[in-house]
């Protein structure tokens, strides 16, 4: 049987998530694909395109590749337009000539940005916000100006004015409607958002028509409107709303609206029965819908539909919540009471900067719309309740009152019906998530990786995990934390007893909370807490047997018994004089000898004999040990940054030393990783790391919770352009609060997406002290700071400790059992069949 | 079979909760003294998992009413008074240990 071909026009979010379905579903194989792109790059993700300038990639942005479009076997065609198509002879036509048969013809052309028919607005530096290529141009055109101005006051039009903010331009916005998000708010919702931006310093002239834009005096353009006002500034970005891109379907008769987008019907068919439209061009009902969700729904009916299915598209639910400039906005259904007779409940808080508003059925029964601004926690309650048509409580204020004592709780997940869409990025239904649950999904992690649920904005990650718990209640899977069969505890809870009960050995622990003997789980567990809290030795005699031999020997246990050496080179800022005694330590023993991941050497081979002797040298020489052998703070990576880097802004070696040699010796739940780059190329790769730190002109930007490693994770961006001090606070807070909160072995990007409220909460917690914690986080740091000692050092100074490190307690001979041989002119331990073959055996160096 | 017992070291090189390896004979023996009730054992000192001579620096403790030391390589236990792996179907040597004036004596 023949494939039938599809042809998708438009390689954008849509058109990739076309393709996408496609591949996923079980009838791929009857189907070819080829699709287009005037763009040079195959789809990305235009809804974090501002991540761009907080220094994301456009390989960040990515969502797909060539290699995922080879590999199941759909054909693409970059930078080069579709022009013609030919519904007679069933082609398309590219503009170099190309043409392409098709059975099924996808358009997901989507959209331009308007730009409005202002003379003068075709100069240099007036530009528009929609690709990554215009924010390439946003870019240069703002290394060259002092003054922004966005054209539109819209969602768009907001994330742009961040941009140039963050930018370090004096930014303007200039709205032609008389409020703020004129779509998505209300009156007292645009009001309040107006106070929030112009407090950050984003002036918003609203009311305004420009008429024309001519040369400034002061600089380099001066916009002139309606009233008879003007405003001057060097750069100009257009984010005055969207329009389909219909040309194509235009120039070839397909039927089009009024006001332009392509016409569709309920199973997105245009005029012509094999040609669909999809996402931005296409127009249902009278309607443009310029959100991602509904486009992704609409790929989904189409494909459906050619499938021979009859699912239907039958309107969107426009619903919003994002932050904008840091303000939180929510915007569900019918924001502006426009349903004739309802009614609406209002919530303003001046001294919090808090409005919510809900609009409710003249019956007083449904949720119709709302509006929140400054908190917009409610949202998921409040869409949930208005997208289901769920009865609402017999008092609605409570849905926006803040909570006190005695108060109604919002309505539970319990009562939303299975059909309840919980993830809208992705199409999430309250079902899915509770069958991937009853399917052996137990965590968040797990969850995402199977629904792929709140891994879109993130907005609903507080909801699903609300379904998750009451789904595995119901399952009767009690949530089991206990960290071994000794303690009924999670670690988050043993941290908790040790710290308020002042407990400072595992047996004091053990008697008071715990059965047994412990076991090689709990005991390194509690030992790692009890370090974290009261940094003692942790080679007293009370806290010995708790530890990993790693711990005990301060070394790396390798495969063969040795262990690996791996001092501290802070910053990885070494002087020559240090490295040649390196060299000359590995040469004196014999070690193997390779350089890092974490900017340092590492040593292996050496025998339990030899590790005090070695380290004198390494002490002597003025290393410390870099507990690389621990549950641990272990390197801050930096590049060389702007004392030496042509392109560097900031001392990133000298932030990393610093930061290095405060948090060195901290024991957490995991090994942490740090690392300091001194501009936006990100030399420094501090993006992949548990605490990330990039240089910005205006000081530094905080990254969390990457990790590179098993499961890599990009680090969320936490803070913008801070000082030094702030930095550091924040950072003591965030590494306290995570000792005191994660899992034995837990990663902090683990710990983050199992975080309730994700990274918004954290947010509350470190920056804007929300549980009143930060002082107390910063005293516990400081005294783990204050009690840092090299590990190695007191351990070189106590005659009884050293006399473990001993192969025999009653002979100094050493492990014959230690076999090397030579490859690369370095030793190795030799493999099983190498131990009894002829190959040349060298022995270890003896001292 | 006669046994000849061997002083390996003084009591207090064991502390509670820890494992010292000793040569005995031509044989690694690995020495665990309990935390909780201060007992001797010794056990082999050769990880066959891992096969590598380790045990003696693994972490002790309780799995059930079983005492364990896990292998510090791979993690394995095995049960202090007879040498069996809980884990894969291997037994260790075990060996006879007592105290005798503040010494610490295997036969082997």
């Known amino acids: 049987m023949n494939k039938q071909r599809i042809v998708v026009v438009g390689n954008g979010m849509v058109g990739h998530k076309f393709i996408d379905n496609l591949i996923a579903s079980d009838q791929s194989g009857q189907f070819e694909v080829i699709t287009f792109s005037e763009e040079p790059r195959l789809a990305y993700d235009r809804v974090q395109l501002s991540k761009y300038f907080a220094g994301a990639t456009a390989e960040d942005l990515a969502l797909t590749n060539e290699d995922y479009y080879q590999a199941h076997g759909v054909n693409y065609v970059l930078s080069d337009k579709v022009e013609r198509l030919d519904f007679i002879n069933k082609e398309v036509i590219t503009a170099s000539g190309r043409r392409e048969a098709y059975d099924k013809l996808v358009l997901a052309t989507g959209s331009f940005p308007f730009v409005p028919p202002i003379p003068g607005n075709d100069q240099p530096h007036c530009l528009v916000y929609r690709t990554i290529e215009d924010l390439e141009a946003i870019t240069k055109s703002a290394k060259q100006s002092q003054v922004g101005v966005v054209v539109g006051g819209g969602l768009l039009g907001l994330e742009a004015a961040n941009a140039l903010k963050q930018a370090g331009l004096s930014t303007h916005v200039v709205e032609f409607a008389p409020r703020l998000m004129a779509v998505q708010l209300d009156e007292g919702g645009g009001q309040l958002l107006r106070r929030k931006i112009e407090a950050m310093g984003v002036t918003v002239h609203t009311q305004k028509a420009t008429t024309e834009i001519v040369a400034g005096e002061k600089c380099r353009y001066r916009m002139n409107f309606a009233d008879g006002s003007h405003l001057e500034t060097d750069m100009i970005l257009f984010s005055a709303g969207i329009r389909p891109q219909d040309e194509l379907a235009r120039l070839c ?33 009278g309607q443009i819908f310029g959100l991602v969700a509904p486009g992704y729904h609409m ?32 915007s569900v259904g019918d924001a502006q009471g426009r349903t ?49 048509a769920m009865d609402l409580p017999a008092d609605p204020n409570v849905l926006i ?85 000794h303690f009924a505890y999670s670690r988050q809870q043993l941290a908790d007893i040790v710290r308020v009960k002042k407990i400072r050995s595992f047996s004091a622990l053990l008697e008071s909370h715990g059965t047994g003997h412990g076991c090689d789980v709990c005991k390194p567990a509690i030992g790692s807490i009890l370090a974290s809290f009261w940094n003692d030795y942790i080679l007293e005699d009370d806290h010995i047997g708790l530890q990993d031999t790693n711990d005990i020997f301060l070394g790396n246990l390798q495969k063969d018994g040795t262990y690996s050496v791996v001092p501290r080179v802070a910053g990885g800022e070494i002087t020559p004089e240090k490295l040649i005694v390196l060299g000359q330590v590995a040469k004196q023993f014999n070690l193997y000898t390779k350089i890092t991941g974490g900017q340092r050497v590492d040593l292996f081979g050496a025998q339990l004999n030899d590790l005090p002797t070695i380290w004198q040298q390494l002490v002597d020489a003025g290393f410390e040990t870099g507990h690389a052998y621990g549950k641990s703070v272990r390197t801050v990576k930096s590049c060389v940054g702007s004392t030496w880097c042509r392109y560097g802004v900031d001392d990133s070696v ?68 801070l000082d030094s001090d702030t930095l550091i606070r924040y950072i003591d807070r965030f590494l306290m609060f995570y000792v005191r909160t994660a899992d034995r072995l837990q990663r902090t990007s683990v710990w983050l997406e199992n975080l309730e409220g994700g990274l918004d909460y954290l947010k509350q917690v470190i920056i804007e002290d929300s549980l009143g914690l930060g002082a107390e986080l910063e005293v516990e740091m400081q005294h783990v700071i204050s009690r840092y000692q090299c590990e190695w050092k007191t351990t070189l100074s106590d005659p009884a400790k050293l006399k473990r490190f001993s192969h025999f307690i009653n002979s100094d001979a050493r492990d014959d059992n230690l076999v090397y041989v030579q490859e690369r002119a370095q030793v190795r331990p030799a493999r099983e069949q190498e131990r009894i073959s002829t190959v040349e055996v060298v022995e270890p160096a003896l001292v | ?90 037994r260790i040597p075990v060996y006879e240990v007592r105290e005798q004036h503040g010494l610490i004596e295997v036969a082997a």
């Open chain 1, 253 to 285: 008769g397909l039927e089009l609206g009024e006001r332009g987008g392509i016409k569709v019907n309920n199973y997105c068919q245009t005029s012509e029965p094999d040609v669909y439209a999809i996402g931005e061009c296409a127009l249902w009902s």
């Open chain 1, 299 to 330: 790929a989904k009916v189409a494909l459906s539909h050619i499938m021979g299915g009859d699912e239907a598209f039958t309107g969107a639910d426009m619903s919003t919540k994002l932050k904008l400039l840091g303000v939180d906005v929510a």
């Open chain 1, 340 to 388: 004739p007779n309802s009614k609406s409940y209002i919530y303003s808080n001046d001294v919090e900067d808090i409005y919510k508003r809900i609009v409710v059925s003249a019956d007083g029964k449904r949720l119709l719309g709302a509006v929140m601004v400054g908190d917009a926690e409610a949202y998921g309650t409040l869409q949930q309740l208005c997208v289901n």
């Open chain 1, 401 to 485: 009152l803040p909570a006190v004592d005695g108060a109604a709780q919002l309505m539970g997940v319990d009562s939303l019906p299975d059909t309840a869409q919980i993830c809208s990025c992705f199409d999430v239904s309250k079902g899915a998530i509770c069958c991937a649950v009853q399917a052996g999904a137990q965590n968040m992690g797990e969850l995402k990786a199977s629904t792929l649920a709140s891994t879109g904005c993130g907005g609903c990650s507080a909801l699903v995990k609300q379904v998750m718990d009451a789904e595995l209640t119901k399952l009767g899977v009690e949530v089991n934390n206990d960290i071994c069969e």
């Open chain 1, 654 to 721: 000298g932030l990393a030393i610093d930061i290095e040699d405060r948090y060195k010796g901290l024991r957490s739940p995991h090994k942490l990783k740090f690392a300091v780059s001194g501009c936006t190329r990100e030399c420094a790769e501090a993006q992949s790391k548990d605490v990330g730190i990039i240089a910005t002109e205006k000081g530094w930007n905080l990254y969390v919770c990457g990790n590179g490693g098993m499961r890599p994770r990009h680090a969320d961006l936490f803070a913008t352009d």
């Open chain 2, 1 to 90: 079979m006669s046994v000849s017992w061997h002083v390996v070291c003084r009591s207090e090189a064991v502390i509670p909760g820890t494992g010292v390896c000793a040569l005995v004979e031509g044989k690694q023996v690995a020495i665990f003294r309990t935390f909780k009730d201060r007992q001797l054992f010794a056990l082999d000192n050769f990880d066959p998992i891992g096969r590598a001579n380790v045990l003696s620096r693994g972490i002790q403790g309780s799995i059930g009413e079983t005492l364990v030391v896990a292998s510090p390589l791979y993690k394995q236990h095995f049960a202090l008074a007879t040498g069996l792996c809980l884990e894969e179907d291997v």
